[in-house]
């Protein structure tokens, strides 16, 4: 916790805020109020887990010219524990279920029309099971001597099986949503990296049956 311990004390005082720390608190406020964060309201020291809960360290990253997000919040996933070994020690990593880049890329270029597109937060769009939410705790301070104890509720960008988790929820939402969307169930095996997308098409009459009748939908599930 030491290394955002500066951050937290800059936000206690609105009129000397820095820049970089609005930014940041405003980071961390967004997590919490799209439902990324859930507060522990009982004895913090209960957990589901079989040993002690996990807090994680964070710092902020602040580019200003990345827009529409400049600020990036970092989960040191791979900071050791009281025990010596971090969260990323002690976790499987996963098979490699991740396409070839070169192949995607190729496969796009074979067609006259091609579009690109990604998943907005990807990580952040997967939840965790419950079970496990004190794998990811942080500490939050709201003032000199008031701790509040969050979970991270969704899988966290860091954590050595995040790829893992990623691709195979894909691929698990492509067998799911395959009567409904038969042509996004392809492309979602198929023609994703990471949390981009390359569609390509013959004509521009194809590409506006799957942007209307098949990404729109699949996307809301």
Same mark, same amino acid.
């Given at each position: 916790?030491?290394?955002?311990?500066?951050?937290?004390?800059?936000?206690?005082?609105?009129?000397?805020?820095?820049?970089?720390?609005?930014?940041?608190?405003?980071?961390?406020?967004?997590?919490?109020? #799209?439902?990324?964060?859930? +507060?522990? !309201?009982?004895?913090?020291?209960?957990?589901? &887990?079989?040993? @002690?809960?996990?807090? %994680?360290?964070?710092?902020?990253?602040?580019?200003?010219?990345?827009?529409?997000?400049?600020?990036?919040?970092?989960?040191?996933?791979?900071?050791?524990?009281?025990?010596?070994?971090?969260?990323?020690?002690?976790?499987?990593?996963?098979?490699?279920?991740?396409?070839?880049?070169?192949?995607?890329?190729?496969?796009?270029?074979?067609?006259?029309?091609?579009?690109?597109?990604?998943?907005?937060?990807?990580?952040?769009? #997967?939840?965790?099971?419950? +079970?496990? !939410?004190?794998?990811?705790?942080?500490?939050? &301070?709201?003032? @000199?001597?008031?701790? %509040?104890?969050?979970?991270?509720?969704?899988?966290?960008?860091?954590?050595?099986?995040?790829?893992?988790?990623?691709?195979?929820?894909?691929?698990?939402?492509?067998?799911?949503?395959?009567?409904?969307?038969?042509?996004?169930?392809?492309?979602?095996?198929?023609?994703?990296?990471?949390?981009?997308?390359?569609?390509?098409?013959?004509?521009?009459?194809?590409?506006?049956?799957?942007?209307?009748?098949?990404?729109?939908?699949?996307?809301?599930?």
């Amino acid at each position: 916790m030491g290394g955002c311990r500066g951050m937290h004390w800059k936000g206690l005082s609105p009129p000397s805020m820095s820049r970089e720390a609005k930014k940041y608190k405003e980071f961390l406020d967004e997590y919490e109020t #799209i439902g990324h964060t859930r +507060r522990i !309201l009982g004895d913090i020291k209960q957990t589901l &887990l079989s040993f @002690p809960p996990v807090y %994680l360290p964070r710092h902020p990253v602040i580019r200003e010219s990345r827009r529409p997000t400049p600020v990036r919040l970092v989960f040191n996933i791979s900071s050791p524990t009281s025990s010596g070994k971090s969260l990323n020690d002690s976790l499987m990593v996963g098979s490699k279920l991740k396409k070839e880049l070169t192949a995607v890329i190729l496969r796009w270029r074979n067609y006259r029309f091609g579009m690109t597109a990604d998943i907005s937060k990807l990580f952040r769009q #997967i939840l965790m099971d419950p +079970r496990d !939410l004190d794998l990811q705790r942080i500490v939050c &301070l709201r003032g @000199p001597s008031r701790q %509040l104890v969050d979970q991270l509720v969704t899988v966290t960008y860091g954590m050595t099986l995040s790829p893992f988790l990623e691709n195979r929820v894909l691929k698990q939402l492509a067998e799911d949503e395959a009567s409904c969307f038969p042509d996004a169930r392809f492309i979602l095996k198929r023609d994703f990296y990471v949390d981009d997308v390359l569609i390509w098409c013959p004509n521009l009459d194809c590409f506006s049956f799957l942007v209307n009748t098949q990404h729109v939908g699949v996307a809301t599930k």
